[in-house]
T-cell receptor
Framework: EPEVTQTPSHQVTQMGQEVILRCVPISNHLYFYWYRQILGQKVEFLVSFYNNEISEKSEIFDDQFSVERPDGSNFTLKIRSTKLEDSAMYFC?????????????FGPGTRLTVL | AQSVTQPDIHITVSEGASLELRCNYSYGATPYLFWYVQSPGQGLQLLLKYFSGDTLVQGIKGFEAEFKRSQSSFNLRKPSVHWSDAAEYFCAGNNAGNMLTFGGGTRLMVKP
């Protein structure tokens, strides 16, 4: 069964550094998402992406964050100048269409630790 | 504001016992509702979803959930829990758009 993959599984970085988290969504899917889960807190929506542009973003998704689909398969989340509070599990998800009843397929997550 | 609440942070049940995990939602209109499970080191796997029709929905791994509009609830049930069901369970909803709003999760522990 096709699945969403994410790399790396764990990223450790120093405060102020830039990180890029990578995702490969399911190949025929059209909408892509990033969510994050700070330890002990809820899974929170960050951003959705369709047709090479952001379709929705939360208030968490400020200028520090950016997303890109640099080629036909990868979907990346870049965090510029990381802060301690960016430490979290970041999940990528994709769906085949934009219909609300679609199942979002999640990747295994990247655990980001900012020191 | 849209919200999904899972009142129970931790639940422990004995293997073979029945299980009910609670989920309440607050939306302007009836949302689409989902239950996901997360095992350690794994991503979120969909158990089941509700968007219309029959209020009792069947999912994978023997789980079911019942949508109750009058109680704004979408509780997850399983008649007989197996040790492999130990995991964290998330209720989530959306409406109109596809952004999911998650509850805080319920961690299920299974006693032998």
């Amino acid at each position: 069964e096709p699945e969403v993959t994410q790399t790396p599984s764990h990223q450790v970085t120093q405060m102020g550094q830039e990180v890029i988290l990578r995702c490969v969504p399911i190949s025929n899917h059209l909408y892509f998402y990033w969510y994050r889960q700070i330890l002990g807190q809820k899974v929170e929506f960050l951003v959705s992406f369709y047709n090479n542009e952001i379709s929705e973003k939360s208030e968490i998704f400020d200028d520090q964050f950016s997303v890109e689909r640099p080629d036909g398969s990868n979907f990346t989340l870049k965090i510029r100048s990381t802060k301690l509070e960016d430490s979290a599990m970041y999940f990528c998800a994709s769906i085949p269409t934009g219909v609300g009843t679609d199942t979002q397929y999640f990747g295994p997550g990247t655990r980001l630790t900012v020191l | 504001a849209q919200s999904v609440t899972q009142p129970d942070i931790h639940i422990t049940v004995s293997e073979g016992a029945s299980l009910e995990l609670r989920c309440n939602y607050s939306y302007g209109a009836t949302p689409y509702l989902f239950w996901y499970v997360q095992s350690p080191g794994q991503g979120l796997q969909l158990l089941l979803k509700y968007f219309s029709g029959d209020t009792l929905v069947q999912g994978i791994k023997g789980f079911e959930a019942e949508f109750k509009r009058s109680q704004s609830s979408f509780n997850l049930r399983k008649p007989s829990v197996h040790w492999s069901d130990a995991a964290e369970y998330f209720c989530a909803g959306n409406n109109a758009g596809n952004m999911l709003t998650f509850g805080g999760g319920t961690r299920l522990m299974v006693k032998p």
